[in-house]
């Protein structure tokens, strides 16, 4: 019994992510059935390649989903967000093309293998996030404001490291990891994501992490007494960010082979806000859904994409990407899940008391 | 001890707000005496002083909004975007639409209401988070912007740059410059309207319900309600403000830089919380000082100047010190803070 009951609660929580996801789905149904068409095509290098709108969402969501698996678990245990994400990709990504280039921006082989650069771009990005995290833990700064630090500084160190040059990479072996390996027909970065979802899975099963994370946003003094260091939680909590920082930041400049720091990831710590906050789980900390919130990551991308394709031009966008954001969350509230709950109360009502009046009426004629 | 003990926890939340708006104000001060004594020609005019004044009118007024949603526990992210929204609206008023100055100040406060009408009622009275509210009108903003205008264009109503380039003096505050000429010191129009913003708003914090009401919600909600504090009708209103005040901000900022574009104040919402949190006011609500926001935007705008004349001219300096300020401030704040309630615990076990 005591199981199933966190069981039923995590079933209502993903609810509002897949109803989301259905009416977008159906939306794109009755507008345009060629939405989910997937062809078999060959790519601008000739290597057989999938290609479509559903493999474009699969594909682009891969960054927000991964950075949407560590947001989850920093929102958990801090009860706040990372603003910083984007400007740390813009680091970490800055870092990987610095190892792989060395001085020169332009070279014609790699100066360094590719598992090295992402190592060190991980250690980079985890560094950052340590930073963040002692800021939050250890100084209990508020966590969007001690991200606010970052958030700042990020794109300026990431410019910073590389002299302001942009590199570009022409070795195509380094495209692999964000475009397609030759002879498989789907991105590259489903698969990352995927990875990614499989080690949390297991992560969060075969460890204390989850227990602990929660415990430490609904109460940290009192988990501090039952034996938990909450401050130990937080840094790793945003520890871990910082490690899916550095696989989405590996993505993102693996896709173009260069970096652009002012615009890179721009506003993706939003979206990432957005997937946790979609997924049904409190910003204010506590209790979290990690599957809730990468399929919130994938709403959001299967929005952006049904707005592209409808000719939203990408700097309208957010404006009809805030309009569906308000309604989907004023839907989930409280108030009016009473209010509609009430409505529908009182249509029940109004169709069982017709036949009575009709009744009544009878009677009296 | 035991006599004095009730006073210090009633005092407990002003003492807060009064020492973080000292060390704030000493900081300032220090650092532009520095300045002036080390730096020199740049800094010992006055105008160099009202210059600041000048470049940030608009960001003043942001933070002052900022500041009282904060102070409720909110926080506010759609300020910049709102700010660009309100410059582009004004601009396209003004110059294809045939309007005047009037109308556009009416469009500016109208686009304001309407925000913060809104994001006032879905933060008040559907408990969303604030967060999530203003996000979501910062995209909404952003992406109107650009609906309604997607060029950057200089404003040529002549009503208009008469109105930008009225120039208050300030008496004895000029300077003789090599030709032996006088030349007075002068504040824009914005200035004015923005340190009115800031002492109204100080006054309504200090001495009025309302404003006691703003830290009582921000302090503890509970507390609040049991009081008799409505504390729905206490956050709609701080919201409201903001966003009315994001409408001013924008009409002084366009009257600053004359022109509309999609992207005027980007990152301003940063800038202002920045600015507050520099200020003293704390995100976590119930602590802030509006005094201390406007000589946060002073300390930030300082900063970037003594960078700028320091010869450290790649922007990326600019932002790496800034952060680095935020850094000290918060370090500084949280170590005041924790000491201080550290010690009132160990006084009470």
């Known amino acids: ?365 | 001890m035991k006599a004095t003990k009730p006073r210090t926890n009633r005092i407990a939340g002003m003492s807060d707000t009064n020492m973080l708006l000292f060390i704030t104000i000493v900081v300032f001060f220090l650092m532009y005496f520095a300045a002036v004594v080390f730096l020199g020609s740049g800094f010992r005019k006055p105008q160099a002083f009202f210059n600041i004044l000048n470049e940030n009118a608009a960001l003043i007024i942001l933070s002052c909004g900022m500041s009282l949603v904060m102070i409720t526990g909110g926080i506010d992210i759609s300020l910049g975007t709102l700010t660009a929204l309100v410059c582009m609206s004004c601009a396209v008023n003004l110059d294809y639409q045939g309007g005047t100055v009037f109308s556009a100040v009416m469009i500016a406060l109208g686009i304001g209401l309407a925000f913060g009408i809104v994001q006032g009622f879905l933060v008040a009275y559907l408990d969303i988070q604030p967060f999530i509210v203003t996000l979501a009108g910062m995209f909404f903003a952003k992406g109107m912007t650009t609906i309604v205008n997607n060029t950057q264009f200089n404003v040529k109503n002549p009503a208009f740059q008469a109105l930008k380039a009225i120039r208050i003096h300030v008496p004895f505050m000029g300077a003789v410059n090599k030709l032996g000429k006088y030349i007075p010191a002068y504040v824009e129009l914005g200035v004015i309207v923005a340190l009115l913003i800031v002492l109204v708003l100080f006054f309504v914090l200090r001495w009025t319900k309302l404003g006691r009401s703003f830290y009582a919600v921000g302090g503890s909600l509970q507390s609040a309600v049991m009081l008799g504090v409505n504390a729905r009708r206490t956050k709609f209103i701080a919201h409201l403000l903001c966003s009315l005040l994001a409408g001013i901000g924008g009409f002084v900022y366009f009257l600053h830089v004359g022109s509309g574009s999609p992207s005027h104040a980007t990152g301003a919402e940063m800038n202002a919380i920045a600015a507050s949190i520099i200020g003293g006011t704390m995100l976590t609500g119930g602590v802030g000082n509006i005094i201390g926001t406007l000589f946060g935007v002073l300390s930030l705008s300082t900063i970037k100047n003594i960078v700028t004349s320091l010869g450290l001219d790649e922007a990326w300096w600019t932002n790496i010190t800034v952060a680095f300020m935020i850094c000290v401030f918060l370090v500084i704040q949280s170590m005041v803070l924790n000491r201080k309630h550290g010690a009132k615990r160990g006084e009470i076990q």
Request: proline share 5%.
């Open chain 1, 1 to 365: 019994m005591k199981g199933k009951n966190p069981f039923r609660k995590a079933n209502k929580q993903i609810f509002i992510p897949l109803a989301a996801l259905l009416g977008l789905v159906l939306f794109n149904l009755i507008a345009d059935p060629s939405f989910f068409r997937i062809v078999l095509s060959r790519n601008s290098v000739g290597y057989p390649v999938l290609s479509g709108y559903l493999i474009t969402i699969l594909d682009n969501a891969s960054e927000l989903v991964i950075l949407a698996i560590g947001m989850t678990l920093v929102t958990a245990s801090s009860g706040g967000q990372d603003i910083s994400v984007g400007a740390a990709i813009a680091i970490s990504g800055s870092v990987v093309l610095k190892v792989l280039c060395g001085t020169n921006s332009r070279p014609e082989t790699l100066q360094a293998p590719i598992i090295v650069a992402f190592l060190v771009s991980c250690v980079v990005a985890m560094f950052f996030g340590a930073f963040n995290g002692v800021l939050v833990a250890y100084f209990n700064i508020q966590p969007m404001v001690a991200t606010l630090i970052l958030y700042t500084a990020g794109r300026s160190i990431a410019a910073w490291i590389n002299n302001n040059e942009l590199p570009i990479i022409s070795d195509p072996v380094f495209g692999y990891y964000g475009n397609y390996i030759p002879g498989i027909p789907i991105p590259t970065p489903v698969f990352i994501a995927i990875l990614c979802m499989i080690i949390i899975k297991i992560v969060l099963k075969h460890t204390n992490l989850g227990l602990y994370s929660q415990s430490v946003g609904i109460n940290a003094s009192a988990s501090r007494l039952n034996g938990i260091n909450p401050k130990t939680i937080k840094l790793l909590t945003y520890v871990i960010l910082g490690l899916c920082v550095a696989v989405a930041g590996f993505i993102k400049v693996s896709r173009f082979s260069t970096i652009n720091y002012s615009v890179i990831a721009k506003d993706i710590e939003m979206d990432a806000i957005l997937a946790v906050a979609l997924g049904g789980n409190s910003l204010a900390g506590g209790k979290f859904n990690m599957a809730a919130s990468i399929l919130g990551a994938y709403v959001i991308q299967f929005l952006t994409t049904t707005l592209y394709k409808f000719n939203v031009s990408s700097s309208a966008l957010p404006a009809y990407k805030a309009v569906v954001v308000i309604i989907l969350v004023v839907l989930s509230t409280p108030t009016v899940r009473k209010l509609l709950a009430k409505a529908k109360e009182a249509i029940m009502r109004t169709f069982l008391r017709k036949p009575a009046a009709t009744e009544n009426g009878e009677v009296a004629k």
